[in-house]
């Protein structure tokens, strides 16, 4: 079935093509406040599709719903997209010849549009008080039946219709929306019907805003898109959007709607996990942008022979992309595998992106850093972390997990003195000073002499270094400092314990 299902779409699209000289798709996020992983993903797919058939990756504005604006939100989608590699060719910040690409700006081309259907009787005036819809609604769950408008403002004529409006009566725009059944194709879930129920949704609110029905449908058409890759949350609108496509005339863009990412493979991500927002993997966490990449495309999503052992380039996924082998399965957000990515993107980083990402880094979350940040220094780090530590996978394990200590020394002697009292650790770190050196055998011999177990004394000295109890080997730790930084660690925890 399977089989039969792509050829037979594949040779749809063949006759399809020719109405769309032009590959052009976009990315019309709302700003309504951080970005969604599934956003990026959408971004990505959308940008891959463009590419690899040498179209135009687009990106729109849709913030025609004004109540749930947030400030700074379509700049910072910017950035997310800039700091990833998906670099649009006509968005709001360089313009493009089927602009303004922010819908709040294309206000006039909506009014004009609802007009036109206005006079073909694919829409009317509705006069209904926001009071009478309320109550409808009230009354409908009452009866326990799906509240829908009782079309009363169909049967005005046209001419009280204008008249009304002429006089600056307040009212919306309706669909005439008529119990039916719509079929399209979707390239990932093939071929679709839905019942739509008699509802006459609003196109226009009384504001003059659109709503997104009504938006998504005429700014595709003005900015002849030939694809619309979205998430699968929008496919239940999609009946509707074919409609509004048919009473303005007009054939439909071809639809491929990307299946849901979840926690588990069946619950959906919450918009309550923070894992399920771009900021989570890279202010957060530091995800290398590779390896969030190649995690949202890992299964079976879309890109030809994929082998999962390998680390793709944005490139390489441009050319191995097919729309057809996107996948019906949903994408499991799994931390094994972000990991997985995250140590075989650090590996494969140039220094110069690692030096500048790690500088970042360390200055916004690590305020009082001892260590100069110099590129030699930042260097040293990065060769230590890819030989020695193979699972380092995140920016974030430098300001705030297991690695903090290339930036700074040990604050407290609290540690210490939870494993050690405060005479035992003096006496063995005094000891260790003295005899001043770090080879293995002359650490034994100390920790014989002290009477205390060698492990005991590593332990120790682990924590006057670094402040914790895991990490690297003593002797890397001191090859990568070097006597003289040692020695500082050791003297300050020393001060630090005659304090107590």
């Not at 260097?379 to 705030?400: D, G, M, N, P």
């Amino acid at each position: 079935g399977m089989l039969l299902r792509s050829r037979w779409i594949s040779s749809v699209r063949v006759t399809a093509r020719c109405s769309h000289d032009e590959v052009r798709v976009r990315f019309a996020p709302s700003p309504t406040g951080e970005l969604h992983l599934g956003g990026l993903r959408t971004a990505l797919y959308n940008y891959l599709f463009a590419r690899n058939h040498g179209g135009k990756f687009i990106v729109r504005i849709e913030d025609t719903d004004r109540a749930r604006m947030v400030e700074g939100s379509a700049d910072r989608i910017r950035s997310i997209l800039s700091y990833y590699g998906l670099r649009s060719d006509e968005d709001p910040w360089q313009g493009g010849s089927a602009g303004p690409y922010t819908q709040s700006e294309r206000l006039p081309i909506y009014t004009e549009h609802t007009e036109r259907l206005i006079d073909s009787g694919h829409a009317y005036r509705c006069f209904c008080s926001s009071k009478r819809l309320d109550l409808l609604r009230k009354n409908a769950a009452r009866e326990g039946t799906i509240p829908i408008y009782d079309r009363r403002c169909r049967s005005i004529s046209k001419e009280e219709s204008l008249s009304k409006a002429k006089n600056g009566e307040e009212h919306v725009i309706r669909f005439v929306m008529d119990h039916q059944d719509v079929q399209f194709e979707d390239t990932v879930f093939g071929s679709i019907t839905q019942r739509l129920e008699e509802s006459d949704p609003v196109l226009l609110k009384s504001d003059g805003f659109p709503t997104y029905h009504l938006a998504n449908i005429v700014d595709d058409k003005a900015m002849r898109i030939s694809d619309v890759i979205r998430g699968m949350e929008w496919l239940s609108s999609t009946g509707k959007h074919v409609l509004l496509y048919k009473a303005f005339g007009w054939s439909a863009p071809r639809f491929a709607h990307l299946p849901l990412i979840t926690r588990d493979g069946k619950k959906k991500l919450s918009k309550r996990d923070k894992d399920a927002f771009v900021d989570y993997y890279d202010k957060e966490m530091g995800v290398l942008p590779q390896a969030v990449i190649n995690f949202l495309v890992r299964n079976g999503s879309g890109v030809r022979d994929f082998d999962l052992s390998k680390l793709y380039t944005l490139q390489e996924l441009v050319n191995q992309f097919d729309v057809q082998l996107i996948g019906r399965r949903n994408l499991q957000v799994d931390a094994d595998s972000l990991t997985h990515y995250g140590s075989a993107a650090f590996r494969s980083a140039s220094d110069e992106v690692l030096i500048n990402l790690i500088r970042q880094r360390v200055e916004s979350d690590l305020p009082s850093v001892y260590v100069d940040l110099s590129d030699q220094y930042l260097k040293r780090v990065i060769e230590f972390l890819r030989e020695k530590e193979e699972t380092f996978a995140f920016l974030s394990q430098l300001t705030k997990g297991q690695y903090t200590f290339f930036f700074t020394r040990p604050k407290s002697a609290d540690k210490v003195l939870g494993k050690f009292s405060s005479e035992v650790a003096i006496e063995a770190l005094e000891r260790v000073l003295e005899v001043g050196s770090w080879q293995i055998e002359s650490l034994k011999e100390s920790a014989k002499r002290l009477e205390m177990a060698y492990p005991k004394l590593l332990t120790l000295l682990r924590l006057s270094l670094i402040d914790g109890t895991s990490g690297p080997p003593i002797s890397e730790l001191h090859a990568f400092f070097g006597d003289g930084e040692c020695t500082d660690r050791i003297r300050q925890m020393l001060e630090r314990l005659r304090k107590c």
